[in-house]
Structures are given as C-alpha cells and as structure tokens.
C-alpha cells in the first residue's frame, strides 16, 4: 500500500499544533488517523508578523505512506 494524506495544520505562537484537518484523504481511514497523530508531536517555528511577533499561521503538510 503506497498513499499521500495532505492535512492543513494551524501553528500556534508557540510553535505548537492548534489543530490539524485532512485536506486530501489517502482513502485509508487509518491512515489518515496516524498522519493527523503524527503531525501533532510536531514542533514548528511559529510565523512572525512584520513586527516580529510570533503569529497564528495555517500551513499544508503532506505524509507519505509506503507500506510493504
């Protein structure tokens, strides 16, 4: 089983995960469910804004499946 699960992830100011949402599903519930559990041990920079003041941001994280 090879699949991609695209989420839309919003960083909190202190580089935590806010929440996390599938934006393009693998057709794998599963997998699906352990992309969304793996993006929120993730640690991000937060965004700053044009003072330099970290910011709540939304990015795109893409996971890749290759299961033998």
Avoid: K, M, W
Avoid at 29 to 57: H, K, M, T, W
């Amino acid at each position: 089983i090879e699949a991609n699960v695209s989420l839309r992830v919003v960083v909190g100011v202190d580089g935590g995960v806010d929440s996390v949402e599938v934006s393009s599903s693998s057709g794998y519930g599963e997998l699906d469910q352990a992309a969304i559990a793996a993006v929120y041990a993730y640690r991000f920079s937060p965004a700053q804004n044009i003072y330099g003041e970290p910011v709540r941001c939304a990015v795109y994280q893409t996971l890749h499946f290759r299961l033998n």
